[in-house]
């Protein structure tokens, strides 16, 4: 099924191609609009591991295709993997996501039936993330529980041998962060979380900062060693407990609740955000924004589950490179685990800390109207309400007109 409220992020189907009841290939069009009041919104924009669930019709497309005729109501569907790639930014409030997902082709082993899919995703017309080699397959819980997990190891792994690891702007001294902690993040408190060194932030207007809410996918660091991990360039450990009343379980999926890995995936990019926040990169960027680096190729795996009957997530972060500069990035492999199984990797992840303005926070989640009385215009630019906005949380370009994009 697809998954019920809050996580049904599809709002309509566009159209569907393909002979129903083949299992044959097919195409799925849909899309899904960005509203001002989204759960999941942060910063006014919709999450890097929502977007990815966003695209998650191909639920749809491969019952269309027949697959419930196999499964007979003895397997679940399960997510195995994809190759993932950001074209550019978040979509904010408004925005209306396009999804064409495509069924490539299908397979059995062992009798577990999978297939393979890929999708594109237009936010208004413009190309922002693409998937690849995806495959998800149906399972009994018998076999859900037999996994053997993820396959890889941080000590078994090579990282790359010529990566920068940049100087910190500051070092938190600490090397945990309880929960009462990382609320402070959450609520613009930095120093309060990392300690002395974090104090100019307290001047920020809006310091970049992890979701919280619905959003917050993790509870507290129990390792931060900038140092540290088997490659000795950075490592953080972080938790989630989790209990059958978790917000996620409800829906996602009918009578078969357990937690989406796109979700891990955005749990892990928090860990890695207050890694970074712990290196004092956010400190020059009020008002900026985390999101991941365009362009690159992200190689996800899921090979196990977190269900109601689980305890804990763990998230793991083995920091490969750290890039200074006007945007800072951050490259690390995620590893979550679940009550010690390895459930889920992501390869190189990439984040990145784009300079923005907190006018792009979606304070103004609406076009503002036009006025029809007179107002001063100085070398062709207009002084109007949507001027005086720019001056108090916008570019100075926007605020005082083209003689000011120097200092944007």
């Not at 613009?188 to 932030?201: I, K, M, Q, T, V």
């Not at 889920?344 to 990439?350: A, E, I, L």
Request: net charge negative; proline share 7%; aromatic share 10%.
């Amino acid at each position: 099924r697809m998954p019920e409220p809050p996580l049904l992020l599809a709002d309509r189907v566009l159209g569907i191609e393909g002979e129903a009841g083949t299992m044959g290939t097919g195409t799925i069009w849909t899309e899904t609009d960005v509203r001002e009041g989204s759960f999941y919104l942060h910063e006014g924009r919709m999450p890097a591991g929502v977007m990815v669930e966003s695209g998650q019709a191909d639920l749809m497309l491969i019952s269309w295709l027949g697959a419930d005729f196999h499964n007979q109501g003895e397997r679940v569907y399960r997510l195995l993997g994809c190759e993932l790639t950001s074209h550019g930014p978040l979509p904010t409030i408004g925005d209306t996501l396009h999804y064409e997902i495509l069924v490539d082709g299908h397979a059995e082993q062992q009798g577990v039936r999978l297939f393979f899919f890929h999708y594109n995703c237009w936010v208004n017309g413009e190309l922002r993330m693409s998937v690849r080699s995806g495959q998800a397959g149906f399972f009994t819980y018998q076999e859900l529980e037999n996994s053997a997990g993820v396959l890889w190891s941080p000590e078994s792994a090579t990282p790359k041998p010529d990566a920068r690891i940049d100087a910190p702007i500051v070092r938190s001294t600490r090397q945990a962060f309880s929960a009462n902690d990382v609320t402070a993040l959450i609520e613009g408190r930095l120093s309060d979380c990392y300690g002395p060194g974090f104090e100019r932030a307290d001047a920020h207007t809006r310091t970049p900062t992890i979701a919280g809410g619905r959003m917050r996918l993790l509870d507290e660091v129990t390792h931060f060693d900038p140092t540290g991990g088997p490659w000795k360039r950075g490592y953080l450990r972080a938790t989630l407990g989790l209990t059958p009343d978790r917000w996620f379980f409800d829906g996602h999926f009918k009578n078969d609740p357990c937690m989406p890995g796109t979700l891990m995936l955005e749990g892990g990019l928090q860990a890695m955000q207050i890694f970074m926040t712990g290196l004092g990169f956010t400190l020059d960027h009020d008002g900026s924004r985390f999101e991941p680096v365009p362009e690159q190729n992200y190689s996800l795996r899921c090979r196990g589950q977190a269900t109601p009957a689980s305890k804990e997530v763990v998230y793991e972060i083995f920091v490969e490179e750290i890039v200074g500069g006007d945007t800072p990035m951050l490259y690390a492999d995620i590893l979550g685990s679940v009550d010690g199984r390895k459930a889920f990797h992501c390869k190189r992840m990439g984040l990145r800390l784009v300079p923005a303005w907190p006018l792009d926070a979606g304070r103004t989640a609406v076009a503002i109207a036009h006025d029809p009385r007179p107002v001063a215009v100085v070398d062709g630019f207009t002084f109007d309400y949507a001027s005086l906005l720019a001056c108090a949380w916008g570019v100075p370009s926007s605020a005082f007109g083209p003689m000011y994009k120097r200092f944007d």
